[in-house]
């Protein structure tokens, strides 16, 4: 895919988002924008909307085409060889009908799909050229809800039982069968995401509370591992997102790591060659993070908390 033609001169800080004023869901479209595949999906979305309006208008007309047209048959009706023929004709149209509702409910699905992967408001699904990455952030383009689906907790529950085989560890200490005979339950959906199931008949408010504090050490456990992130300051993880961008808009446009280099950290770019090996090496790692925020880890940014 070639480079959009509406990526900002990586070389003018000027138009970026602001370090101190950008909001945690700007940062997060800036980098989703930049992931090519969502550039792909986006067009085949915005194709496939496209599609499912003109066919909901077709089939519109084609609805009360066919209610003239029995409407018309019946009216002719003389003998049984007609009525016949006109039950004929009817389960014809059914059978076009459904074939035509079932091409409408498959491109009105890749538009689903698409709003539902890149966590987008599906509110604005008929307004799809909203989340056109050549776009500047608009408010409200991201649904940030989360919704538990999956797990059974007891009022006191502070142990859940994962699929890994490090459910004691993870989990206070207790092997997989301790957590069974007291009736906990829990699988992990991956690395960072827990299903939940709750229990109506139990206090809502006591499974809240259990909840938070598991999710708290799964997310604890995570941050030592070195997996996630867990800093006091959001902003402090922010600070560097617009050198990231810039980054990535550079290697875009074909721009060597020793010229970004030069001209993000002309500090590091004196004559000896190992400050010049450190600037490179910013670029790298540089690179690195972007690539995984734009690619993956967007979706992160959306949470912190």
């Given amino acids: 895919m070639s480079k959009p033609d509406w990526l900002p001169n990586w070389k003018n800080p000027s138009e970026y988002p602001d370090v101190d004023t950008t909001s945690i869901e700007q940062w997060a479209w800036e980098f989703l924008r930049r992931n090519k595949n969502y550039q792909k999906n986006f067009l085949r979305a915005a194709e496939a909307s496209e599609t499912a309006k003109e066919m909901e208008s077709d089939l519109s007309e084609f609805q009360v085409s066919i209610k003239k047209y029995i409407s018309d048959l019946n009216s002719e009706i003389e003998t049984e060889t007609d009525k016949e023929f006109l039950t004929g004709e009817i389960r014809e149209l059914e059978d076009t009908l459904r074939e035509e509702q079932s ?3 498959s491109e009105q699905l890749t538009v689903y799909d698409f709003l539902t992967r890149y966590r987008l408001n599906k509110s604005w699904s008929n307004l799809i050229h909203l989340f056109n990455p050549s776009n500047n952030y608009k408010e409200g383009v991201f649904d940030k ?3 538990p689906s999956f797990c059974m907790v007891s009022e006191d529950s502070e142990n859940w039982v994962n699929g890994d085989s490090d459910a004691g560890e993870m989990f206070g200490g207790l092997d997989d069968g301790e957590l069974m005979d007291k009736g ?4 992990l959906y991956s690395s960072t995401e827990i299903l939940v199931k709750f229990d109506v008949s139990l206090s809502i408010d006591k499974q809240l509370s259990s909840i938070k504090k598991v999710l708290t050490q799964r997310k604890k456990k995570l941050a030592q591992l070195d997996f996630i992130e867990s800093p006091s300051d959001p902003r402090k993880v922010c600070d560097n997102y ?8 550079a290697k875009q446009s074909g721009i060597s790591n020793k010229d970004i280099a030069n001209h993000l950290f002309p500090e590091l770019g004196a004559d000896n060659n190992k400050a010049e090996d ?3 090496t910013n670029i790298r790692n ?20």
């Fill in 103 to 105: 091409s409408l409910f």
């Fill in 145 to 147: 809800d989360i919704t």
């Fill in 184 to 187: 906990f339950l829990c699988f």
């Fill in 242 to 249: 617009q050198s990231y961008l810039r980054v990535l808009d």
């Fill in 278 to 280: 450190k600037g490179q």
């Fill in 286 to 305: 540089h690179l690195k993070a972007a690539t995984a925020l734009s690619e993956k880890d967007w979706e992160r940014i959306l949470f912190i908390d």
